[in-house]
């Protein structure tokens, strides 16, 4: 049985996590009650949509992570630009005067961090594996 760095089973059960919270909270913004939109205050639609289907993609890579599947690392890097993307969207939304709320500001941050960490993680786990192959 191959030895999985602990790194990658950390980053794994993280992006596990992050996954079920981010299904949870645009979850409950896109379809539970009117009191749970007013509570996150001005949400933009693309945005919240964007990061609950991107919760399942979490999940899944999460998974492949914890098998030690280089289809994670693909995962990671898709995720990592789609989120760039729609950032850049979200900026584009603000600058025309939109209404946001600084969390999406640091949010976004904070997963564009993340993944762009996770994809440089493994890719170095996927030059790992090539080696060990050779």
């Not at 729609?86 to 904070?110: C, D, K, N, P, R």
Request: aromatic share 16%; charged share 10%; proline share 2%.
């Amino acid at each position: 049985m191959k030895k999985i760095p602990y790194t990658i089973r950390i980053l794994a059960a993280v992006a596990f996590v992050f996954g079920v919270v981010t299904l949870f909270k645009a979850g409950s913004v896109l379809f539970g009650p009117q009191s749970a939109r007013d509570a996150v205050g001005n949400f933009v639609p693309f945005v919240l949509w964007f990061n609950f289907f991107a919760g399942f993609v979490y999940i899944g890579t999460a998974v492949h992570m914890w098998l030690d599947r280089g289809c994670a690392m693909r995962g990671a890097v898709v995720l990592t630009g789609a989120t760039t993307i729609v950032a850049l969207g979200f900026f584009w939304h603000i600058s025309t005067g939109g209404a946001y709320e600084m969390q999406t500001v640091w949010a976004l941050v904070l997963r564009i961090g993340f993944w762009a960490v996770a994809s440089i993680l493994l890719v170095r786990r996927q030059k790992q594996r090539a080696a060990e192959l050779m």
